[in-house]
């Protein structure tokens, strides 16, 4: 197998060469394409301005005539004959070198043929108004000048050189357009030849980086092997030594295990027994004054009663709690699968039951299953629902919601009552705190330390979200 993946590599190696040399080839040949075309675009676009500043020239140059020409008629001044002398001697020239650029279009050629016989025909009536005002005086030309004659041909002479202006301002906006093209296509293709070489580039470099660290590691894995050899022998030794205490802590574990179990047990077997005791004492006692000799003591003596009957029902409760939170802490895990919409249901209707005179909208996310501990599922939505009721109590409308939140990955508990400042948030899980006093909300402050507990036994995570006086939300996990 080994001869064979060398014998592979030695033949690839060559292979992505020649593979790489086309890319490049081919890479070379679309940029020069994309730039050749790109450079034609352009200097046609040139050549389309020079064609239109041409036209321009030569009109520039007839105005030039037909201005020195009016100048010397009006005044005799030959100074003004000037620009004239200058512009019949430029405008054969200007109309060649327009003929000559323009000599693939041929409605430009014949518009050029008959620019040049109207220039030619125009300069001649402007040679013939000097000689007439040379001869004859300046009533002759003036005769001449408003006869008209003149400015039709200097319209004709303007509507020739703006069709073809015209013409090539059409021209100029195809090639603009054109040239537009041919550089977005000249970037794309370099951009896509630059993505491609550089995407050829990576490939080959991983490839000899993946060669390189191939050799790299079968060096590293001989040394290594060298060394694991040398320390699997003493290792070896290690174990057999572990091996032989290994029964003995055990075993003392085991021992120290047990001895804890006994312990809570007997702590749960005095809470449940020894303390109860007294406390069906002193509220049987309490309730006796209460109900038989009521009438011998004040009203101050009567409330003072209640208030002692209130007390051990009270610790009453504390003790049956701090006792579920010890089963909980205790009792077996027996995971299976639960169906938690149902449960939540459940648990609501029990909650109901327990408050006819609420009406409670209860929004269960349905088809919610989950593995855990049905028992311990149900302390705990006991425990989060019934304590989303109780802080609902002075709210308008008493709304609990319980769903999953996929985003968070987290089973939640919702209600819309008193809240809480996230400040005491890590404090909420913890046995006896309480952040509301007994007077605005009954409780023993156990309940959600036995949630944390339960849900710490299904390796999970609890925390909680509020705004005061807008409710909160209780998030927790199930491993």
């Known amino acids: 197998m080994e001869a064979l993946k060398t014998t592979t590599t030695r033949f690839l190696i060559p292979a992505l060469l020649v593979v790489a040399f086309l890319v490049v080839a081919f890479n070379a040949w679309l940029a020069f394409d994309a730039v050749h075309s790109l450079l034609e675009s352009e200097s046609l676009v040139e050549h389309t301005w020079q064609v239109i500043v041409q036209a321009e020239r030569i009109m520039s140059s007839a105005k030039d005539a037909e201005t020195g020409n009016r100048g010397y008629l009006i005044t005799g001044d030959d100074s003004y004959l000037l620009p004239y002398r200058v512009a019949s001697r430029e405008l054969p020239i200007e109309l060649d070198r327009f003929q000559a650029m323009t000599s693939d279009n041929p409605s430009q050629q014949a518009r050029i043929v008959e620019l040049r016989e109207r220039v030619r025909a125009r ?79 990576v490939t080959v470099g991983r490839f000899l980086a993946k060669e390189r660290s191939l050799r790299l590691a079968a060096e590293v894995a001989r040394e290594r092997m060298e060394i694991a050899h040398a320390e699997a022998a003493a290792r070896a030794e290690e174990v057999n030594q572990l091996n032989a205490t290994l029964e003995q802590r055990v075993a003392l574990r085991t021992a120290e295990l047990e001895t804890t179990n006994r312990e809570l047990e007997a702590f749960s077997y005095s809470v449940s027994h020894d303390l109860r005791a007294p406390l069906r004492t002193i509220d049987g006692f309490s309730l006796a004054l209460e109900e038989d000799y009521s009438a011998a003591v004040d009203e101050a003596g009567r409330d003072y009663i209640r208030r002692v009957r209130a007390g051990v029902q009270r610790m009453g409760a504390l003790i049956d709690a701090l006792l579920q939170l010890s089963r909980i802490t205790r009792g077996e895990m027996n995971r299976e699968p639960v169906d938690f919409s149902e449960l939540a249901a459940s648990v ?3 909650l109901q039951e327990e408050h006819p005179a609420t009406p409670i909208d209860f929004r269960i996310e349905p088809g919610l299953s989950v593995n855990g501990d049905l ?40 209600d819309r009552g008193a809240g809480f400042d996230m400040q005491y948030a ?15 909300f009954k409780g023993s402050g156990i309940g959600l330390a036995t949630v944390a507990r339960v849900v710490r036994r299904h390796h999970g995570r609890i925390w909680a979200e509020s705004v005061l006086a807008h409710g909160a939300t209780f998030w927790f996990t199930l491993g």
Not at 379 to 407: C, H, I, Y
Not at 426 to 440: E, P, S, T, V
Request: cysteine-free.
């Open 123 to 201: 300069l001649a009536l402007l040679q013939q108004g000097i000689d007439l005002r040379r001869s004859s005086g300046s009533d002759t030309v003036r005769l001449m000048v408003l006869s008209g004659t003149g400015k039709e041909e200097m319209d004709r002479m303007r509507a020739i050189a703006d069709a073809m202006q015209s013409e090539e301002r059409g021209l100029l906006s195809v090639r603009t357009s054109a040239a537009a093209s041919a550089g977005v296509r000249a970037r794309s293709t370099l951009a896509f030849a630059t993505v491609l070489d550089l995407l050829l580039i």
């Open 348 to 350: 609501a209707a029990s």
């Open 375 to 414: 028992k311990l599922l149900r302390v705990a939505l006991e425990n989060l629902m019934g304590n989303a009721v109780k802080f609902s109590s002075r709210s308008a409308q008493t709304v609990v919601e319980f769903g999953w939140d996929p985003g968070r990955e987290a089973w939640f508990v919702r």
């Open 426 to 440: 890590d404090k909420l899980f913890n046995a006896f705190n309480r952040l509301h006093g007994d007077k605005d």
